[in-house]
Nanobody, 115 residues
Framework: QVQLVESGGGLVQAGGSLRLSCAAS????????MGWYRQAPGKQRELVAV???????NYADSVKGRFTISRVNAKNTVSLQMNSLKPEDTAVYYC?????????WGQGTQVTVSS
């Protein structure tokens, strides 16, 4: 059983930046893909960005050009660099990892962007 723990959330003004990190309790080298999702109040959880074991990435249209996902398998971490933040980016952000048929989730970290 692998646990994922997010950190780095907080309150930031519009136009600012935050870096989210996800630390795994075990090796992530077999997790494919890993990603970040978010859920705003009253809305469904949505994909933000994913990264494969080989480093291929995919982003939601709403964050393309502003967010960057990365992973360091040797350190069992996945990060999300968020720039030019907008109020509509406000949500709880969740780290996700897929290992075979199993889906692992972190507990989430709150990101609040003030206007």
């Amino acid at each position: 059983q692998v646990q994922l723990v997010e950190s780095g959330g907080g309150l930031v003004q519009a136009g600012g930046s935050l870096r989210l990190s996800c630390a795994a309790s075990g090796s992530i080298i077999s997790m494919d893909p890993m990603g970040w999702y978010r859920q705003a109040p009253g809305k469904q959880r949505e994909l933000v960005a994913v990264i494969t074991r080989g480093g291929d990435t995919n982003y939601a249209d709403s964050v393309k050009g502003r967010f960057t996902i990365s992973r360091v398998n040797a350190k069992n971490t996945v990060s999300l660099q968020m720039n030019s933040l907008k109020p509509e980016d406000t949500a709880v952000y969740y780290c996700n990892g897929v290992w075979g048929s199993r889906n692992y989730w972190g507990q989430g970290t709150q990101v609040t962007v003030s206007s």
